[in-house]
């Protein structure tokens, strides 16, 4: 069905126009520039809306499904809205993240693209996904540099998943002035964002908002950069800068860490690490 599907692909953007995105580093300029806050659409979120589908860590919930909708049509200009960049170009994948890309934009995009404002300029989801599957790593590296000068000297607060521990164990945030994090849960998040908005305010808008949250992520940014605090759906980076730093040429557990798109990566040990646990201020877990 999927090589049905690749093949397909040429076809179903001829009929169905592609959406005007930026590029991964037109992106990065955007936000770092003109301290804009992104959230970003991958192939789950569509599956989300269109099929109202269950996620492995988001059970399906209609007001998540309504916002999620939604805000793919935002004009707010301070918040950006990215979309997946198979959805610009495959040309940059490798030949079996290029495959795959081609039978989900053949999958799912016929029946998004009347959920989008085709006249609206969309920014590049993959902002985050800098490693796995590009071709061109010296691409990454810059990319990766270009994404933490964001944050230079900048004091975060990070909300995550109780297991996903961003940037513990490496340096990606090391050129802050300071990380403060707020746990939430690993699964079902959107459970709790009543509570991590309001704890969340209690912050001053200096700071820069870094949310992992899966879909919940999408929609605690957007209603946090409404009040005028710049954040980042920040997703996957930290796994994808492991993966980076590693040299991998495919996903792996990364001890510690919830790994979603690893088999067996769900199951995370505890860590012990005073730095990290230091850096928590407030947790809203699910009992």
């Given amino acids: 069905m999927k090589l049905i599907l690749s093949l397909l692909y040429p076809l179903v953007i001829k009929i169905w126009k592609l959406p005007n995105i930026k590029t991964i580093e037109e992106t990065l300029f955007e936000i770092k520039k003109n301290k804009r806050s992104i959230i970003r659409y991958g192939d789950s979120e569509m599956l989300y809306i269109i099929d109202h589908r269950n ?4 059970v399906f919930d209609t007001r998540l499904r309504d916002k999620l909708a939604e805000m793919l049509k935002s004009d707010v200009p301070e918040i950006l809205v990215g979309l997946p960049d198979a959805y610009r170009s495959v040309d940059g994948f490798e030949n079996g993240i290029r495959s795959f890309w081609r039978s989900q934009v053949s999958y799912i995009y016929p029946r998004v693209q009347k959920l989008l404002d085709l006249n609206k300029q969309y920014y590049n989801a ?37 297991k996903s521990r961003l940037g513990v164990g490496n340096d990606l945030f090391t050129n802050a002035s300071s990380v403060e994090r707020i746990l939430a849960p690993a699964h079902h998040a959107f459970s709790r964002i009543d509570d991590l908005y309001t704890y969340a305010r209690k ?17 605690l940014s957007y209603d946090l950069a409404i009040l005028g ?31 979603s798109e690893v088999k067996g990566g769900r199951y995370v040990e505890d860590v012990h690490d005073s730095a990290y646990e230091s850096q928590i201020v407030a947790k809203f877990l699910n009992e």
């Fill in 126 to 162: 993959n902002i985050t996904r800098l490693y796995y599957g590009y071709k061109n790593k010296k691409i990454s590296e810059k990319n990766f540099l270009l994404i933490r000068s964001i944050w230079d000297n900048r004091k975060i607060l990070l909300i995550e998943g109780e």
């Fill in 203 to 219: 912050f001053d808008k200096s700071y820069l908002v870094l949310i992992a949250l899966g879909p919940t992520a999408k929609v």
């Fill in 55 to 58: 996620l492995p860590y988001q």
């Fill in 229 to 259: 605090y710049q954040c980042i759906d920040i997703g996957n980076l930290d796994l994808e800068y492991e993966w980076f730093k590693r040299g991998v040429s495919e996903r792996i557990i990364i001890p510690g860490k919830y790994t």
